[in-house]
């Protein structure tokens, strides 16, 4: 990539040519991203569990790991965003959306407020299905061949 650069190559151009030669790759490996998702399902679903039961400390320590939640290695995200093109900032506006609503769950979980803490958790919850409603049919068709 930082060679790329210093030749001067478009970004685009750059994205393409590792996304090209990555497709090339084993389609049945699974690749980070979907470790990364079963990571913030499990943590999203214990917060929704700890907000039930009020234990704010429990909420906030779930909400600051979904708001810091770990990313697929630069390679992976290299190949992901060579495949987004045009689409990749729209992407990212939803994982921003999912940190912003969790960082916002976490300050109402510090507050002991549950009325914020569940809308927060709800606004957070929408841009997960947000960006699954706009992108995972087309990303497991691209990546795994699975038709939908
Ligand atoms: C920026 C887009 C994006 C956001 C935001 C996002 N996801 Fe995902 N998610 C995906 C994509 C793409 C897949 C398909 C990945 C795969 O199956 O390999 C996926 C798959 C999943 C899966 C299925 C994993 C499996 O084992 O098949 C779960 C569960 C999941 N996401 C949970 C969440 C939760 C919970 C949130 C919010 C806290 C969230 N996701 C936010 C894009 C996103």
């Known amino acids: 990539m930082q060679l790329l650069k210093h030749l001067g190559l478009p970004a685009i151009a750059a994205l393409a040519l590792i996304a090209t030669g990555a497709c090339a790759q084993s389609a049945a490996e699974p690749m980070a991203l979907r470790g990364v998702m079963q990571q913030m399902d499990h943590d999203a679903q214990a917060a ?11 909420v906030a320590t779930l909400a600051s790991l979904l708001a810091r939640h770990s990313e697929p290695p630069m390679s992976e995200r290299m190949r992901i965003l060579g495949w987004l093109l045009t689409d990749a900032t729209t992407f990212r506006n939803y994982d921003k959306q999912v940190k912003a609503a969790a960082t916002q769950l976490q300050t109402a979980a510090l507050k002991a407020d549950a009325a914020e803490s569940r809308a927060a958790y709800q606004r957070m919850q929408q841009s997960c299905d947000g960006c699954h409603n706009s992108f995972r049919a087309k990303y497991l068709d691209h990546f795994y061949g699975n038709k939908p």
């Open 48 to 58: 929704s569990a700890a907000i039930e039961r009020k234990d704010w400390m429990a």
